[in-house]
């Protein structure tokens, strides 16, 4: 899990604040934007300062901080998508942190969930802020890819993972 926040959070963190610094989205989407970052950082930061408290519940704790932080990208690619067309990465982070320490099934499951959701936010755009048509071919040809992608790039972090956990015990 402390790989998730040395990494993730602050590639997160970044490319919010590029996205608000280089587009200038309305006043209220940044400070909705950045009241949600706030929330998940202080959320992510109590369940992973309180997994081995909860030792019996760590397993679930994790689950919880994954699909928390799938909410909080699904969230943030809603309001900031429209400005900044590289927020679609925040549905790598929640699947490449069940990479690692979730069984391949469910990386994929999460992985799965975070592609369907983000095509899903982008039609849901598409329709309330576009000219009522949907998407079009090359917006779903675009959604598409980084759909694969996030199921691709979830699966070979979980591959990359067991291959490590296997090496190391190998060692012993």
Known sequence: MHIL????????VILILFAIFFSEPEPGVTRMSFAILGAAFAANWWLNRNT???LRWSRHIRALTVWLNLAVSATLFYLLSAY??????????APAASALYMKKWQVLLVS??????MVGLYYARSLAYGDGGGMGTQ??????????FIVFFSMFTAAMAEMIIKVRDSMR
Do not use: E, I, K
């Open 112 to 117: 799965l969930v975070s592609a369907g959701l």
């Open 84 to 93: 900044w067309a590289p927020m679609w990465l925040l549905f790598l982070t």
């Open 139 to 148: 917006l779903w040809g675009m959604a598409g890819t980084q759909a694969v």
């Open 5 to 12: 926040n040395f990494y993730f959070t602050p590639f997160a």
């Open 52 to 54: 081995y408290r909860f």
